[in-house]
C-alpha cells in the first residue's frame, strides 16, 4: 500500500504534465492551472499571557528560622530580617523581581528567572518560579517563588524561599 501512494506521488504530475491538446503545428501543449496561495504570516502571533504585568508587593519585617521552623538564634538573639517592598515584574514565563529593604540597611537586590505553569483557569494561574540573583556575589542566592495570581481581581501572594507570604497588588 505504502508502495502504491508512492509510485502515485512520483508518477500522478508526469501523467497530468504529459496530458494535453496538440496544437496544429502537431506539438502537444500542457496546461497548468494554478490557483493563487493565500499569504501566510512570517511571523508567528505573540502569545500573550493574562498574568503578564507588574505587581507590586510589601513583605512584613520577620526572625529568620531554621528548616525545622524554630526561629535561629545567635548570642542569644533571634536574627531580625526588615521588611521588604517588591517589584515583579512578569513577561510571559519570565520574572524579574526588584527587593528594596524597608529600612535601607542593604542595597536593592535584582533577581531574573523562568516560570512554569501548575495549573490556570480562567480565574486563576498558579506558577512555580526559580530566580538568580544579578550581582558580583559569589554565591548569589537563588530563590523560588510560587505565585497563586487571581487573575480577576488582578492579585497574586507569593509564598517560596524569600520568607513570610505576601501580596502583590498588578499594576
Not at 544579578?134 to 481581581?153: F, G, H, R
Request: proline share 7%.
Amino acid at each position: 500500500m505504502k508502495n502504491l501512494y508512492l509510485s502515485l506521488l512520483i508518477f500522478a504530475p508526469l501523467l497530468i504534465a504529459s496530458c494535453g491538446s496538440t496544437e496544429s503545428d502537431g506539438h502537444e501543449t500542457a496546461y497548468l492551472i494554478v490557483d493563487a496561495v493565500e499569504n501566510v504570516s512570517e511571523t508567528p502571533p505573540i502569545a500573550t499571557t493574562p498574568w503578564e504585568g507588574i505587581y507590586l508587593g510589601d513583605q512584613s519585617g520577620y526572625f529568620l528560622t531554621k528548616p525545622s521552623g524554630e526561629p535561629m538564634v545567635i548570642n542569644g538573639n533571634k536574627i531580625p530580617v526588615p521588611g521588604s517592598a517588591y517589584t515583579i515584574t512578569i513577561t510571559g514565563l519570565g520574572i524579574e523581581v526588584m527587593q528594596v529593604a524597608k529600612d535601607e540597611s542593604m542595597d536593592p537586590v535584582f533577581y531574573i528567572g523562568t516560570c512554569l505553569v501548575d495549573a490556570q483557569s480562567d480565574t486563576m494561574a498558579q506558577l512555580s518560579c526559580t530566580c538568580k540573583e544579578q550581582s558580583s556575589s559569589k554565591y548569589p542566592a537563588e530563590p523560588e517563588l510560587d505565585l497563586a495570581i487571581n487573575l480577576t481581581d488582578q492579585t497574586m501572594v507569593v509564598n517560596g524561599n524569600f520568607g513570610p507570604e505576601f501580596t502583590g497588588i498588578k499594576q
